[in-house]
């Protein structure tokens, strides 16, 4: 029996299945492990990761449900492709001081990120932005975080940036049509039930009325949900929440892939993002089992 199909036979008022049903979960099979398990209770929630570890990782039971194994266990020959295919698109140099700063001072959270290298690499990206969206506006309206980049050295050239957006484009697509081959819901599982997410600790909601903003020219996501939870619920005293996308909808965007990186540790499926320079919409779908959960972009079916 199907996962949507299952869905569909069980009572629509239960608290579980309103969070089960949200796009973003649809092609999960982790989280259809959970919502079986609430289902058994009446107005139960399905249950969320806790936040009780320094480093924040993927479940083990999202990793083996969901075959996210799959990209560690072929890590080793991602990380050759990527070198491969960038060889003679960036220097040597360029290269492997690129890898370096996201496999281990990207990595390291945001005691590093705010400064040296991180930092050079975010200016990387503005000067990047700022080409391709020409004289219409600045690159810098494009995130929320205002920090003023202009004396900062760019890590990398504008054409790298181009080529290690273009690399992780042509490689995602390889290998997350190789991963879904693996996945439990292989014959359901379309390209729009593919979601990246990113969890963050909020002041309040967030302004649903504008288009969605990045926090900063490189945005930390997950193919997991997990992980994103856990990031979600780091600070206390502020309100947990999950922004979800479409994967499609990072296309072009995305300048990393932890499998990809060598030397990064893969435990966080983390994708690095950087901003749209298009004005996406984001729309409210309400709190699940303590988390406001949000969506970018989504189609009009994806609303309710």
């Known amino acids: 029996m199907s996962y949507k199909y299952r869905l569909k036979i069980m009572d629509d008022h239960h608290v579980a299945l309103e969070t089960a049903i949200l796009p973003q979960y649809q ?10 398990v609430a289902a058994h209770e009446e107005g139960a929630a399905i249950e969320r990761s806790v936040n009780n570890e320094k480093i924040k990782l993927v479940d083990r039971s999202e990793l083996d449900a969901d075959v996210f194994t799959y990209f560690d266990e072929n890590k080793a020959a991602f990380r050759t492709e990527f070198t491969n295919e960038l060889e003679g698109r960036l220097s040597p140099e360029q290269f492997d001081e690129f890898c370096e700063v996201i496999a281990s001072e990207w990595f390291d959270g945001k005691r590093l990120r705010e400064h040296g290298r991180p930092r050079r690499l975010k200016r990387s990206v503005h000067d990047y932005l700022q080409k ?22 760019p890590l990398i050239s504008v054409e790298a940036v181009a080529a290690i957006l273009t690399v992780n484009d042509q490689m995602i697509f390889r290998h997350i049509e190789e991963w879904k081959r693996n996945h439990p ?16 600790s909020l002041d309040g909601k967030l302004d649903t009325s504008s288009p969605y903003c990045e926090w900063d020219f490189v945005n930390s996501y997950s193919i997991a949900f997990s992980a994103p939870e856990k990031f979600s619920q780091m600070m206390k005293g502020k309100t947990p ?3 979800n996308a479409e994967l499609a ?29 298009k004005r996406l919409s984001i729309h409210a779908q309400g709190i699940h089992g303590g988390i406001l959960e949000y969506i970018i972009d989504p189609a009009p079916f994806q609303r309710g």
Do not use: C, W
């Open 27 to 36: 092609g999960s099979a982790a989280f259809m492990e959970r919502f079986l």
């Open 132 to 153: 391709i969206i020409g004289n219409s506006f600045t690159a810098d309206h494009l995130v929320k975080v205002k920090d003023d980049l202009a004396n900062v050295v």
């Open 185 to 200: 819901n292989y014959d359901n599982l379309s390209n729009s039930d593919i979601f990246l997410r990113r969890g963050l």
């Open 241 to 243: 929440a999950i922004v």
């Open 249 to 277: 909808l990072f296309d072009g965007r995305i300048l990393f892939f932890s499998p990809f990186i060598p030397g990064m540790d893969v435990g966080q499926l983390e994708f690095g993002v950087i901003p749209s320079e």
